[in-house]
């Protein structure tokens, strides 16, 4: 008989709807259950695409013995971390201070006034490996609440006080300068990893935010340095397992330090910022390898991923069927040679080759992931092709993975973003559809009639759960992205709305500082608050991105200033963790070149019109925003005034108050937006 889970919108959360635990979702009625009965609340957080989050279920919470035992004892609180990233982030944080690591399957044991006092992530089914048995923990959490009651609330206290403590220093009230900028390039020059691409040790994540300052710094400074840093790591990613060389995209993270053995999980928010970042580099150094990637992981993401309403799902899982029924990681992408053989006869020796693939095997059971490694030699590109073809033909006949459904908020706003600027450089007019269908899916159905956010939707179907900060920043972001690629004026005001809630919700007035969730939300036992970039932008840093384009755009100051404000935190974090603070790094490169503001003025039909609009779609300046349209137009701010020069479209660009004289030359406007 299905359990309390069977009605909720996350797929997370309906994979658990048949499980003989007796879960609840994350609600206060949870909590008056567990006082009423005074037992202990079992926290379970996870999320669709988690390989052990799956592993747990299947050893415990599908095993009648051990769902009684927790049905008896505990009232058991499943949430999914995509929809609830507040209530993840609250506890996570009590894991990572009490445990110093975290993770998913996260599990927490609260009192039933939401305070933790036991906690860890994966337990086994029997003792292993110096982990005590998920039953022994269940045990082990009863009888402390049973007899040392005292004791567990002392605990509980004292991790709530704590964290309350750990309130962060906002860092500085000054913006970050040339010096801290200096001081993060150098920090990561430290932690690269000059043989192979990326920094620090395995697993290996690709350094989206990171990538994207380098190149900003590159451009504003001429960096060498920082290019190559840039260039490296993403021509070793796109040549390594961690890429699909077969349909495009990438995976969560390599598992080695080579980028070779991915964990198999394709998530929109990877794929979404990493489109952006190789189109980025190619439109830096025309390089073709990142011209291929960024298409072919945009085409992946409208392929793969895009749901019938036109937004975008959350991930593709790592685990698929291996063809025998068992459910195996990396089944659907791992390639033995006899698999080679199978499909392509006597060009089976050359894909070996070309991929990779080894008689040993690079992954488990003889198996290998395709990869591109270094090599010499040419090859011919019509065999190569041929084979591709056949490849990506025999594994479509292969179980597929399974999707997690889940429209995310700021993951579709940062898909918007990718595509819109990818098909915009390519010349891509489908992409830029897709990225318009997405927006206005997030408009029609996550935006309610006070431009308020939804975190989540499904089938069409809006999800309980408000957005948090990074849901408005990088909305707002897609949006403004989308504003200059298509010169529509509707989608700045969007931006506009999002923003304005963004100063009046999650900032603190006082200290400029930003909250992750907004000051009307549910109160948890924290209010969330992390500057940090991790698999996506902070919320803190997309926000200041966002805010500091939109002023750009409407010459808005309170928007500016409140960019400004946010930014202290990279002065302060940016030399010390530049690894973990990427995108902020990225948003202050922006704020010392201006940023740059463009508007193009002229016929939509005049072809030096869309030369013009081009050319300053393509100049690297860090964070130029750029408008588009007919002269006077009201659509856009930045249009006001600017007229035609001797009848011909024309370009204006302006910096730090300062403009230049206009330019109908689009090589003249090359050089002014070429940081």
């Not at 691409?197 to 350094?207: H, I, R, V």
């Not at 025999?394 to 179980?399: K, L």
């Not at 009639?449 to 069409?460: E, F, Y």
């Not at 949006?479 to 529509?488: C, D, K, M, N």
């Amino acid at each position: 008989m299905p359990n309390r889970l069977a009605h909720e919108t996350s797929p997370y959360l309906l994979q658990h709807a048949d499980n003989p635990v007796d879960w609840w979702p994350w609600s206060e009625e949870a909590f008056e259950e567990a006082r009423r009965r005074d037992v202990p609340v079992l926290l379970s957080v996870g999320y669709s695409s988690c390989h052990w989050c799956h592993v747990l279920a299947t050893e415990s919470f599908e095993d009648e013995a051990v769902a009684a035992y927790m049905n008896e004892h505990f009232v058991n609180v499943k949430v999914d971390r995509e929809e609830r990233p507040d209530v993840d982030a609250v506890y996570m944080e009590a894991v990572q201070a009490a445990t110093g690591q975290g993770g998913w399957p996260m599990t927490v044991f609260l009192t039933p006034d939401a305070e933790p006092f036991y906690f860890g992530t994966y337990f086994p089914p029997a003792p292993r490996h110096g982990m005590p048995a998920f039953q022994q923990v269940l045990e082990g959490v009863h009888n402390a609440w049973a007899h040392r009651r005292d004791e567990v609330s002392e605990v509980a206290g004292k991790i709530v006080r704590d964290l309350a403590g750990r309130e962060m220093s906002f860092g500085d009230d000054r913006v970050p300068g040339e010096e801290e900028l200096a001081g993060a390039l150098l920090g990561l020059t430290r932690e690269y990893d000059a043989a192979r691409g990326g920094f620090g040790g395995a697993p290996k994540f690709p350094p989206s935010m990171v990538i994207e300052f380098l190149l900003r710094h590159h451009a504003r400074t001429g960096s060498d340095g920082a290019l190559q840093m840039a260039q490296d790591t993403c021509e070793r990613m796109a040549r390594g397992g961690i890429y699909d060389q077969l349909g495009g995209g990438f995976a969560r993270y390599s598992v080695d330090r080579d980028w070779i053995v991915p964990h198999f999980e394709k998530m929109l928010y990877d794929n979404a910022l990493l489109c952006r970042v190789y189109a980025h580099l190619w439109r830096t150094t025309g390089s073709e390898l990142a011209r291929r990637v960024a298409l072919e992981t945009a085409d992946f993401m409208v392929r793969e991923l895009r749901t019938n309403e036109g937004g975008f799902a959350s991930a593709l899982d790592a685990d698929s069927d291996d063809g025998t029924g068992r459910h195996v990681e990396g089944a659907y992408y791992v390639w033995t040679p006899e698999q080679l053989r199978e499909v392509l006869g006597d060009d089976a020796e050359l894909a070996a080759h070309y991929f990779g693939v080894t008689e040993e095997g690079t992954f488990e059971e003889g198996a290998s992931v395709l990869q591109l490694p270094q090599r010499e030699g040419v090859f011919d590109a019509a065999r190569i092709a041929s084979v591709h073809e056949r490849l990506l033909a025999a594994r479509a006949g292969r179980p597929a993975p399974g999707r997690d459904d889940k429209v995310v908020a700021a993951w579709n706003g940062l898909a918007v973003a990718a595509l819109a600027e990818t098909g915009a450089y390519f010349g891509r007019p489908d992409l830029v559809d897709a990225a318009i269908g997405a927006a206005d899916l997030l408009v029609r159905l996550h935006m309610d009639d006070r431009a308020r956010l939804a975190r989540t939707s499904k089938d069409g179907q809006v999800g309980a759960n408000a957005g948090v900060l990074e849901d408005y920043a990088d909305v707002a972001e897609g949006f403004l992205a989308l504003a200059s690629v298509t010169g529509e004026g509707v989608w700045l005001e969007f931006a506009g709305f999002l923003l304005d809630h963004v100063i009046v919700q999650f900032i603190d007035s006082e200290s400029g500082a930003l909250y992750d969730t907004a000051a009307d939300a549910e109160q948890l036992i924290r209010r969330p608050q992390d500057p940090t970039d991790n698999a996506t932008p902070s919320g803190w840093s997309a926000a200041a991105g966002a805010l500091l384009s939109y002023a750009a755009q409407t010459g808005a100051e309170p928007h500016r200033t409140a960019a400004e404000r946010a930014l202290g935190v990279v002065k302060a974090l940016g030399p010390r963790a530049p690894r973990f603070i990427g995108w902020g790094l990225a948003v202050a490169e922006a704020l010392l070149d201006g940023p740059r503001e463009v508007a193009i003025v002229g016929p939509a039909d005049d072809p030096a019109t869309g030369a013009l609009h081009r050319t300053a779609l393509l100049g690297t300046a860090p964070g130029a925003v750029v408008a588009v349209g007919v002269p006077e137009s009201e659509e856009l701010p930045l249009l006001s005034g600017r007229p035609l020069v001797d009848g011909r479209p024309a370009a204006y660009v302006c910096r730090n108050f300062t403009c230049d004289a206009p330019t109908t030359d689009p090589d003249r406007l090359h050089t002014a937006l070429s940081g």
